[in-house]
């Protein structure tokens, strides 16, 4: 059974920091690629950040890019989202996601999401 | 703002069919595959529709998707309580290259 955990969500003042970690099991976690997804609350969808398998990839999108990097690492199963100089728009869940094989944002399991509060 | 729109509320009684609609354009729908997700309220989203009209294993049969230039379609027949969700289409977006989800419909089971 595929599974993903994530942790490291809080409370943090604007310009903070915060490490996300999302722990996989029950499938090849270094060969599939990896994405972070958030929602802010009552809002929709955004994507975030992508890693490929091989880690010789990593994408952002323009709101954190600069500011957050994506990691992994494969030994482990797990997967990381360093996030710097953390806004209040940046208050959201984040779900971690494993790439599909088929379909570019076919996301086909995503963890249960880690709540990151920007606040003063 | 999202690139790609989606009506903001659906409804229907037990047993109708439900359309959800997610406009685009050339630089995503028209030229990428269509994904779609169910987000059942307090829970994670879920894949139900992948690559335009498949479903992944335990998706029933009554949700089904199209898609017709650069415009896609999430269908549910024989609407069901637990079908009561939000949906999201997502697609690439070649001019952003990146990923781009819709704005989001609430389906509503009366």
């Known amino acids: 059974e595929v599974q993903l955990l994530e942790s490291g969500g809080g409370l943090v003042q604007p310009g903070g920091s915060l490490r996300l970690s999302c722990t996989a099991s029950g499938f090849n976690f270094s060969s599939s690629a990896m994405s972070w997804v958030r929602q802010a609350p009552g809002k929709g969808l955004e994507w975030v950040s992508a890693i490929s398998g091989s880690e010789s990839g990593t994408y952002y999108a323009d709101s954190v890019k600069g500011r957050f990097t994506i990691s992994r690492d494969n030994s482990k199963h797990t997967l990381h989202l360093q996030m710097n100089n953390l806004r209040v728009e940046d208050t959201a869940v984040y779900y971690c996601?494993?790439?599909?094989?088929?379909?570019?944002?076919?996301?086909?399991?995503w963890g249960q999401g880690t709540l990151v509060t920007v606040s003063s | 703002q999202s690139l790609l729109t989606q009506p903001p509320s659906a409804s229907g009684t037990p047993g109708q069919r439900v359309t959800i609609s997610c406009s685009g354009s050339?630089?995503?729908?028209?030229?990428?595959?269509v994904n779609w997700y169910q987000q059942l309220p307090g829970t994670a989203p879920k894949l139900l529709i992948y690559?335009?009209?498949q479903r992944p294993s335990g998706v029933p049969d009554r949700f089904s998707g199209s898609k017709s230039g650069t415009s896609a379609s999430l269908a549910i027949s024989g609407l069901q309580s637990e079908d009561e969700a939000d949906y999201y289409c997502?697609?690439?977006?070649?001019?952003?290259?990146?990923?781009?989800f819709g704005t989001g419909t609430k389906v509503t089971v009366l």
């Open positions: 050339s630089s995503n729908i028209g030229g990428n595959a």
């Open positions: 996601a494993k790439e599909g094989s088929i379909s570019v944002t076919q996301y086909d399991y």
């Open positions: 997502a697609a690439w977006d070649d001019s952003l290259t990146g990923p781009v």
């Open positions: 690559a335009i009209n």
